[in-house]
């Protein structure tokens, strides 16, 4: 190495198993689609393809202007009962209005295994299913953080010098300003 740098002997993090397979899913998924797509292409033609991505992308839409209205009238009736004082109704599960914006989205996404998906993200039971998961997997989340305090945050929040080893520090000013003359910024002049 010519930077002047040496070698570092301490081990890299290990990167996490989602930053590693997640580019690959997303590239084998655009394949597939396309892959798809040629193959509905020949045996249906172009017109019909287009027509039936047009019909996806017109029903996603639908999905998510429906989902976000139902999700902005919810927000508002909670606004409105504590503004009026009276404690609001908390429902102990949310009507799903993640899920079924996320299908939306799918169906709006062209594809034929993006449409499938939002498709099934429609259905009440695997919204369900999937809900339930989040959650669980949401609080899984959370009670490692808890048990594991302020410090795992702290440490992945270091910064690293080039040769591994930590450089920690904080930034100590000697004067506050204290009014508007000492500002370092000119105003703003028309």
């Known amino acids: 190495m010519t930077t002047g740098t040496s070698a570092s002997s301490a081990p890299r ?3 996490p198993r989602a930053r590693r397979f997640v580019p ?3 590239a084998a998924w655009l394949v597939l689609e396309i892959w798809l797509l040629t193959l509905v292409a020949e045996a249906a033609g172009g017109v019909t393809v287009f027509l039936l991505l047009l019909a996806g992308a017109v029903l996603g839409a639908m999905v998510v202007k429906r ?3 139902r999700a902005m009238s919810r927000l508002s009736e909670i606004v409105q009962q504590q503004q009026s004082g ?3 109704a908390v429902a102990g599960r949310s009507e799903g209005n993640a899920f079924a914006m996320l299908a939306g989205l799918l169906l709006i996404l062209p594809g034929f295994l993006s449409d499938l998906a939002g498709l099934l ?3 009440p039971p695997v919204r369900g299913s999937l809900g339930r998961s989040a959650e669980k997997a949401m609080e899984r989340r959370v009670d490692r953080a808890a048990a594991g305090g302020l410090g795992d945050p702290l440490r992945r929040a270091r910064m690293y010098r080039p040769d591994g ?3 920690q520090g904080e930034v100590i000013r000697d004067e ?7 500002d370092p ?5 028309p």
């Open 13 to 15: 993090p290990r990167r």
């Open 24 to 26: 690959l899913g997303i």
């Open 67 to 69: 989902a976000g209205r």
């Open 86 to 88: 009276a404690a609001p």
């Open 121 to 123: 993200l429609l259905l």
């Open 165 to 167: 080893k930590v450089v």
């Open 176 to 182: 506050e300003p204290t009014g508007p003359e000492q």
């Open 185 to 189: 910024r000119p105003p703003l002049a």
